[in-house]
């Protein structure tokens, strides 16, 4: 199946890789290199998703009977906030930026790092901080607001909202400054002959996303400040009883919170555009389309947070505008799926791991994307707003989409990153298992929604029971194969074969240099003369592509 | 967005020259660089009072009439010396950016302490209007309590004050911000680490000043000014 590519290096690896070429704790520590930052981002977000995991499966199976289970109403409330608001500000919106971002993006540039190293190690430790306290919130007196923090509930309920906010203000300022680098990466650290038509479309992918969370990113710190002003002071921006307004909350929270979607879901878009072309070894479909289509996401996504408000009271003109406009979400979405599609065909597909996870991402995406069109009907979202339709909606863009593409390109960019190969066979046994999961637990949740079970809610009616069983047992065999990929993964740091500098065959700039690349990237600042998908002739017999 | 001097081959003085990092490649590009990086970051901040604003403008759609006699109280002459302090602050840290692009040193610590005491006097008049506003009793949202001190204002006032606290507070912050960045470039300028070729930090200073300028531009106005 795969077979490595001899290396485009004409030097000989003599220099010691980034993992190795200082040493100590206090190396790691103070670091400034985006390939050691991108690892310790991803160390934190796997520890995240581990938490967040936990709570699921926690909850999941308190929903196998209709009952009390396990866990009282109130702990309930609290741990669907904490597996909201841990997965969406600790997990995804870190996870592909931040993680394999910071490791990548600097060299499909070829560049030596990113444009602010300092500033990168900061947004790492602010990252740190936000962490430290929403586990403190978690150890007080937890948080039952749900992750979106509604007034007038969380200026009244009695439990840590202030310090949890406080967490997400400070996590939104490392995002604000992962964004900012990055975009200034950008257009100022490409190599000589990288042009805008030559970057890789993960780098377009990336770079979307950081405009979004330099744009969006700050309403959302002025709205948690106003937030936790009201819950202290008392202020009464937010609060009926005392003339404000709480709808005002939702609209500051969905300004951001919306192109936040868009933040966890480009990087993943980005992801599956290298790994579909690499591993079917054909020239992108549509660059400039996909290229395009993520900028013009990133600009819609500003206009649609209206959806989320078809119900608070907000004008029915108001309405049917954010209904409108957020079918025009569909455009740029549908171009990049048909033009993923576009590329396999007549491909040489190699069925490696990362290419199961892209085309398990082609159908999870695309069932994730098209239930957005029911919701975003005013009429029907009337139906199904609040519902475990809704539910399994976003679940299916967020796992579905971001975490599924984002497994997908820890195994395409694992060789590169650790300089280890993993086993295929575990890795496919992990990916069906995944696969599997998934669909069971969501697809079912969009008939429990459709037949009205209400989210949120912690004891069912028994007509429910079959389907939320189902439901279970689909996230327990989701939890099996997550923990089953992290196994093989780690297993492989250990016993894995040494990773050639190119495993799949790809030609953007990150496989020209060693695994794991040395500690400036490159020997020579590259040069880049064409597109990063320029593959050589298709080899029908499926053996490798030689240079 | 062009890159055409990014990777210029480096000039000879740059290759030598003790503040270039070790991942650009030439002067032109790191300072480049530091520019767009505080353009983005002035964006942020734009963004985040805008927030502010949107408040402020559903607050005074709500209840005109309460805005209207509510910013009675603040005072106008406090208001006005700190804007005029502000405009003359940004005069001279402008002045600062152009006596280092000049490569006077001299001149530039002076103007930079110009700024700073500009900045501290804005600080003074600052204080004594919200301590005349804590003795009124001129609180945000359940501290209200000038009725208790004999001020009737109609309607809720209470939240005219949370907004307005808010605003002026936040960028009173960005002032005290401001004040410690520039003392720290004064200190920097005095270690000889600023030249004609290189005051992108300087630059960079001005440019936060400049818009903490521009924000109260636009709260004094709005808040002070209503009428």
Known sequence: MSTAVQSHDPHPATEPSYLVSKRGLMSWLVTVDHKRLGLMYLASVMFFFLIAGILAIALRTELFTPDQDFMSAQTYNQVFTLHGAIMVFLFIIPSVPAALGNFLLPLMLGAKDVAFPRLNLLSFYVYSVAAVFLIVAILTSGLDTGWTFYTPYSTSTGTAVITATTGVFIAGFSSILTGLNFVVTVHKMRAPGMNWNRMPLFVWAIYSTAVIQVLATPVLAITLLLLIIERSLGIGIFDPAMGGDPVLFQHFFWFYSHPAVYIMILPGFGIISEIITVHSRKHIFGYKAIALSSVAIAVISFVVWGHHLFVSGQSELAGVLFSFLTFAVGVPTAIKVFSWVATLYKGSIQYNTACWYGMAFLWTFTVGGLTGLPLSTLAIDVHLHDTYFVVAHFHYVMVGGTVVAFIGGLHHWWPKMTGKMFNETAGKIGCLLVFIGFNVTFMTQFFLGHQGMPRRYYAYLPEYQTMHQVSTIGSWILAAGLLWTLIYLVHSLFKGEKAPSNPWGGVSLEWETQSPPIEHNFHDTPHVHGSPYDFPEIDKSGGSAHH | ?227
């Open chain 2, 1 to 227: 967005m062009s890159n055409e001097h990014a990777h210029a081959p480096a000039h000879d003085d740059d290759e030598h020259n003790p503040h270039l990092a070790h991942h650009f490649d030439t002067m032109g590009q790191q300072t480049a660089a530091a520019k767009l990086g505080m353009w983005l970051f002035l964006a942020t901040e734009i963004l985040m009072f805008s927030g502010l604003f949107l408040a402020y403008f559903i607050l005074r759609m709500f209840y005109p009439e309460m805005v209207l006699e509510a910013h009675e109280y603040l005072s106008k002459w406090a208001g006005g010396i700190n804007t005029v302090v502000l405009l003359t602050s940004s005069y001279t840290m402008a002045l600062g950016v152009r006596s280092i692009q000049l490569g006077d040193v001299k001149k530039l610590r002076l103007m930079l302490v110009l700024t700073i005491l500009c900045g501290c006097i804005f600080m003074v008049v600052k204080y004594f209007e919200y301590s005349a506003k804590f003795e009124h009793g001129m609180l945000p949202g359940k501290f209200y309590s000038a009725h208790l001190h004999g001020y009737e204002i109609d309607g809720l006032p209470h939240i005219f004050f949370g907004v307005y606290f808010m605003m002026t507070g936040l960028h009173g912050i960005h002032v005290a911000i401001g004040l410690a960045i520039m003392l720290w470039m004064f200190v920097r300028a005095g270690r000889g680490e600023f030249n004609a070729k290189n005051y992108v930090a300087i630059e960079n200073t001005g440019l936060y000043w400049h818009l903490v300028d521009l924000i109260w531009i636009f709260l004094f106005p709005l808040l002070y000014l209503v009428k």
